[in-house]
């Protein structure tokens, strides 16, 4: 099978190539991708070809994907902060992009595993009994996941119209290596490493639904093995964690006093709290996730990025002076 990984240089795209060469060593792998400020030739390494290009180019896109029998397409702009100051990426990126593989794959007959987020279901009250399922009504907050949800729907109109053959996945809050130090946990890890406080935006007691990066991925490879065309598969791995809670755990790993952080500014229509319900994927495909103890999953994070220090130190003050323009 000869598959093409858009967004392979990112962070669940890298791992993605990386899980697929430790466990599927007969599939051969394409990766395209942008380089964007968040895509790094140096967490791919060798490990597949790597052709750099955009999502939106139509003529790249149809050459490559006529080449290939499956599409896993990670591409995407992913930040909500990012998304919040300049949405303009994030609508050609998620929307224009996606159409643009939609179209490859309409044309060359190829099948598509579309990779979405949990956020297109909007958020959850704290004490909501319920979790998100395949049912659940889309109601994205942000600019971020209201263009992930076009693409979700790009996606469903493309099968149902035009017969393409097509699954996605929405997945909660991934962590593990190669995450890019904007994100929470990476960010938190590195200031505490740097002698800075973390920071908490509100309250710090937003929720996330924590899933290591390859849980997510055998997920996906779950999906493309066994999912049926047209379906929806949510990834989650019952990780649900307070930020605060999150942050607490990184600094007394560090040997700091777990109140060493700051509350600062929160996140505008900053969503309260997510939740996944993955029984169909449970149930219907066999799949279950293998990190079940987020503390231990949290440590060897830490100590990843602790021993990598050259993979996010060159992106390290660029962020942090962007968050402080916003007073985060
Ligand atoms: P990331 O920001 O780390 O990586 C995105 C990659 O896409 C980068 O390598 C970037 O260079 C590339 N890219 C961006 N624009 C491009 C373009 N126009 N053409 C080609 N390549 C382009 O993101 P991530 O966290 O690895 O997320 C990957 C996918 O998973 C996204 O679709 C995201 O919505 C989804 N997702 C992420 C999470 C999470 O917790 N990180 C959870 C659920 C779903
Ligand atoms: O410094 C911070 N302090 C803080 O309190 C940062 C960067 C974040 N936060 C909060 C905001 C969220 O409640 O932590 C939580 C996680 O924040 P992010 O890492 O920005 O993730 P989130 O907005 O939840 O979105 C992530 O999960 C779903 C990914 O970035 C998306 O790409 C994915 O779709």
Redesign the pocket.
Same mark, same amino acid.
Not at 74 to 79: I, P
């Given at each position: 099978m000869r598959v093409l990984v858009?967004?392979g240089?990112?962070?669940?795209?890298a791992n993605f190539v990386h899980w697929t060469r430790r466990h599927r060593p007969e599939v051969e792998l394409t990766v395209?991708?942008?380089?964007?400020y %968040?895509?790094s030739g140096e967490s791919l390494g060798d490990a597949a070809p790597l052709v750099q290009?955009?999502?939106?180019d139509a003529a790249l896109v149809d050459r490559l994907v006529a080449e290939h029998d499956l599409v896993v397409h990670? %591409?995407?702009?992913? +930040?909500n902060d990012n998304s919040l100051s300049d949405p303009s990426p994030f609508v050609q990126?998620n929307l224009v992009?996606t159409f643009t593989i939609l179209e490859a794959v309409r044309k060359h007959g190829v099948r598509l595993h579309h990779? #979405?987020?949990?956020e297109v279901y909007g958020d959850l009250e704290l004490d909501d009994p319920e979790r998100f399922t395949e049912s659940t009504p889309y109601n994205p907050s942000s600019p971020y996941s209201s263009t &992930?949800a076009g693409s979700d729907l790009l996606v469903r109109a493309w099968v149902r119209s035009f017969g393409i053959t097509a699954t996605i996945s929405n997945? #909660?809050?991934?962590y593990g290596p190669y995450q +890019?130090v904007e &994100?929470f946990i990476p960010r938190q890890i590195t200031n505490v490493l740097d002698g800075l406080r973390p920071k908490l935006y509100g309250d710090g007691l937003n929720v996330r639904d924590w899933i290591h990066v390859d849980d997510h991925n055998s997920g996906v490879w779950a999906i493309v093995d066994k999912g049926r065309s047209g379906e929806t598969y949510l990834i989650g791995a019952d990780g649900e964690e307070t930020n605060r809670t999150v942050v607490e755990a990184i600094l007394r790993e560090l040997g700091q006093p777990d109140d060493a952080f700051d509350l600062v500014k929160d996140r505008p229509g900053h969503d309260r709290r997510y939740a996944i319900d993955s029984s169909k994927l449970r149930t219907e495909l066999g799949w279950a996730p293998q990190y079940s103890d987020f503390a231990a999953g949290l440590r060897a994070t830490i100590a990843w990025n602790r021993d990598h220090e050259a993979g996010w130190r060159p992106q390290k003050d660029a962020t942090e002076a962007k968050y402080a323009k916003a007073g985060q």
């Open positions: 858009t967004g240089a990112g962070f669940i795209g395209l991708d942008a380089l964007t %968040a895509g290009g955009d999502i939106a990670f %591409a995407a702009e992913t +930040h990126t992009g990779v #979405s987020t949990d &992930k997945c #909660s809050n991934n +890019h &994100k």
